[in-house]
């Protein structure tokens, strides 16, 4: 094997089939095929329809992948994959995928944890990862704080949601607004058009005593109810629901809570360093705030583009060849996959 090693990575624990290789740190190809045009109607990800997304993406998009990277299956050093967490049916699509073709290629497979590729997919855009350092991922499946010492072997979940996630907040508020699903981009646009201090939503657990117990914590089901109720009650009086208010708003209080105790797990672990990642994201407020907050404390941002900060297979191709660099052992062809595979699980 070369210094560098050629590792392919598959993402399928979502609604997003990924195929990504690369050399080292070095993207070579990331195609990603997405199903959400086919769960617009139901307003969420329906896991049945995922999965079968999944059967009919994979082949095409493991071979766009190859032609982009110029690559010959028989080249590879390693076949990356994700084995949880994520939907059950999604991830066993991807993980059957991984394992036939290490066994065809007689190639070592890496059964590997998905939030852990979401911070190793930075590396592909601004270098080796400055450690320790504190990750925020938020997306419409997680919300979790992560305290990063190594990333192939030393990942410590500091905080995560205890109800919904940041974007499933986001959906959810969408739909109240009459807003299409994703509903994270269209709150982020007319949010724009908005005033974030027209309407005080609640800031979950910040409280004095929520933080004793829950300093790291995050809930979003009491501010999405605190809307819902919100625009209800206009809805009654018979006024007009100011949307775009109500957008900013709610966005503000989601982004005023996670930079305040993103901030505050760098401050508590003495952590010069802080990276985001997950479909949230993208949010524009969200990372204009934290590139403010962490400035003011002399914290650097890493922010990967929004395309690599979304679910893709470059990013378990990426902490992939993180692991074998750091000489982890190849996982064994009958793992299963783990819907709820914590975070100190990198390598299973
Ligand atoms: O990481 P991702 O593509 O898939 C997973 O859920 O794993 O994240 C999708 C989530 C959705 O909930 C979507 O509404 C949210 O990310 N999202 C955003 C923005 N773009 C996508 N939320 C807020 N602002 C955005 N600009
Ligand atoms: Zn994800």
Known sequence: MTAEPLILGIESSCDETGVGIVRGHTLLANE?????????????????????????AMVPALQRACETAQVDL?????????????LMGALVVGLASAKALASHLDKPLYGLNHLAGHVAVDLLEHGPLPTPCVALLVSGGHTSLLLVNDIATDIVQIGSTIDDAAGEAFDKVARVLGLPYPGGPVIDRAAQNG?????RFPRGLTARHDLARHRFDFSFSGLKTAVARWVEQREADGDEVPVNDVAASF?????????????????????????????????S???????????????????????????NGAMMAALGAEVVRSGGRPSRLTIGADSGLPVSTILV
């Open 74 to 86: 028989g080249e590879l050093d390693g076949i990356a994959v994700t084995a949880g967490p994520g």
């Open 32 to 56: 990603v095929a997405s199903s959400v045009e086919e769960h617009v109607r139901f307003g969420g990800v329906v896991p049945e329809v995922a999965s079968r997304a999944h059967l009919e």
């Open 285 to 311: 407020r969200l990372r204009t705030l934290l590139a403010e907050r962490t400035a003011a404390i002399g914290v650097e941002l890493r922010r990967p583009r929004p395309g690599l900060c979304t679910d």
């Open 195 to 199: 005033d974030p201090t027209a309407i």
């Open 251 to 283: 966005q503000e209080a989601v982004c005023d809570v996670l930079t305040a105790k993103a901030v505050d797990a760098c401050q508590e672990y003495g952590v010069q360093h802080m990276l985001i990642g997950g479909g949230v994201a993208a949010n």
